[in-house]
């Protein structure tokens, strides 16, 4: 079964929504336990970094997460939950992350000619095959944020560009972090969701 992280900060009731269309066995808990037993996890997040960061702390989330990542478990993490995933952010200051994927969240820049935040669709260009990424490229998704992640180049599955070339699908390992909203970006979104779903079924699954 999938779990869906409550933190009282994330999109869940769309992300559920989402997955009850799918026809995706899943439930939305804040108990560790739970949490533990998942067969995958989801991390949603609307939000600021650290008030996000502070409410998984105070729900004693933040040990069980990192546990579920280091043993193998898919975990996927949506616009704020994806930066989440990273080792810290900028927003409002530096606050750590969760570890989870190397790399930084900073702010794009307001110097380009372009509106921050980053809000509406935009399309995805795959620089690097990969379940998740497949049938992205050149497919358009939902965005909405005023940070974005830096990282690895082999960790970039797919980008776009919104003044600056931003990752929108990202992997470590098991570990994965889709910037835009799946659950609003229709049957791309859709299909990004049932290839996570299908990731999570093969077996616990690490990249080489």
């Known amino acids: 079964m999938l779990v869906i992280v409550d933190y009282d900060t994330g999109n869940t009731q769309n992300v559920k929504k989402a997955l009850d269309y ?3 066995d899943h439930q939305l808990s804040a108990d560790p336990a739970v949490i533990g037993r998942a067969d995958g996890l ?4 609307v939000g600021a970094f650290k008030k996000a960061m502070v409410a998984l702390e105070e729900r004693g989330l933040v040990a ?12 996927l993490g949506i616009c ?3 930066q989440l995933l990273f080792d810290r952010s900028l927003e409002f200051g530096e606050t750590a992350g969760l ?3 190397d790399g930084s969240v900073e702010p794009i820049p307001t110097n380009l000619g372009v509106k ?4 509406g669709w935009d399309q995805n260009q795959v620089i690097k095959a990969d379940p998740i990424s497949t049938g992205f490229d050149g ?3 939902y965005f909405v944020h005023s940070y974005y992640v830096r990282t690895r180049p082999e960790n970039v599955l797919a980008t776009c560009h919104y003044g600056v070339t931003l990752p929108s699908i990202v992997r470590q390992d098991n570990v994965i972090g889709m910037q835009f909203h799946p659950e609003k970006s229709g049957s791309v979104g859709l299909r990004g969701l049932a290839a996570f779903k299908e990731l999570v079924e093969n077996g616990n699954y690490s990249r080489n």
């Open 139 to 141: 497919e358009s998704s």
């Open 22 to 24: 799918l026809n995706i």
């Open 80 to 82: 704020l939950g994806m």
């Open 116 to 119: 921050v935040p980053h809000m």
């Open 42 to 45: 989801i991390l949603p997040g």
């Open 99 to 101: 570890g989870l994927i």
């Open 64 to 75: 069980p997460i990192q546990q579920a990542a280091a043993n193998k478990k898919p975990l």
